[in-house]
């Protein structure tokens, strides 16, 4: 089985920048693509940018374009989402899903196992 647990949230000023990480473990794990979902109160799973397995393809959200960079060290079995210009809309708690297919899909169903999330709040 792959588990996956997020880090690296936490509160942040507007403007300011967080990096989160995606560790995960179990056997095949480094197959997997990843993605980066958030969820604010009331909302639904909204996709930010997701990783293929090897690292070699990006997929963002147009809201991420420009100011979000995913990527991963198949080494160290994790996948880092580095956000910039945090705005409070940003905040929300952070998923990271991984896909056994291997891409770098921006749906939520392609998703088969969930961290447990980790909570960005941005300040204004």
């Known amino acids: 089985q792959v588990q996956l647990v997020e880090s690296g949230g936490g509160l942040v000023q507007a403007g300011g920048s967080l990096r989160l990480s995606c560790a995960a473990s179990?056997?095949?794990?480094?197959?997997?693509?990843v993605g980066w979902f958030r969820q604010a109160p009331g909302k639904e799973r909204e996709f930010v940018a997701a990783?293929?397995?090897?690292?070699?393809?990006?997929n963002y959200a147009d809201f991420a374009k420009g100011r979000a960079t995913i990527s991963r060290d198949n080494a160290k079995n994790t996948v880092y989402l580095q956000m910039n210009s945090l705005n409070p809309e940003d905040s929300a708690v952070y998923f990271c899903?991984?896909?056994?297919?291997?891409?770098?899909?921006?749906?939520?169903?392609?998703?088969?196992?969930w961290g447990q999330g980790t909570q960005v709040t941005v300040s204004s």
């Open positions: 990783v293929n397995w090897n690292g070699d393809f990006t």
């Open positions: 179990g056997r095949a794990s480094s197959f997997f693509g």
């Open positions: 899903g991984g896909a056994r297919s291997g891409l770098a899909s921006n749906n939520k169903d392609a998703y088969s196992t």
